[in-house]
């Protein structure tokens, strides 16, 4: 059972925005640290953001003030809002559920393209 589940991708040009959602299920939501990654064609998957169970945020440098994550524990969900949009975030975006003891999940990923 995938208890991940993405959605909100697509086609958007350059400049555009979208939202990632994340549904999670079978896992007590609340207490795992939640990320995206992102793996664009030819490239190794890298993380884009994270938010930890006490609501602590990270990015990575390429999206630091375009992306946003955030998390909603009585939805189990996990958001990334990316704004300003560029041809290199083209990829297939993954949500990821990780705990300290060593629990990590993986969805199947949703396909972001950003093209004119």
């Known amino acids: 059972q995938v208890p991940l589940v993405e959605s909100g991708g697509g086609l958007v040009q350059p400049g555009g925005s979208l939202r990632l959602s994340c549904a999670a299920s079978?896992?007590?939501?609340?207490?795992?640290?939640m990320a995206w990654y992102r793996q664009g064609p030819g490239k190794q998957r890298e993380l884009v953001a994270g938010?930890?169970?006490?609501?602590?945020?990270n990015y990575s440098e390429s999206v630091k003030g375009r992306f946003t994550i955030s998390r909603d524990n009585a939805k189990n969900t996990v958001s990334l809002r990316m704004n300003s949009l560029k041809p290199e975030d083209t990829a297939v975006y993954y949500c990821?559920?990780?705990?300290?003891?060593?629990?990590?999940?993986w969805g199947q990923g949703t396909q972001v393209t950003v093209s004119s």
């Open positions: 990821n559920a990780h705990n300290i003891r060593g629990h990590d999940f």
């Open positions: 079978g896992i007590i939501f609340s207490i795992y640290d």
């Open positions: 938010i930890s169970s006490g609501d602590r945020t």
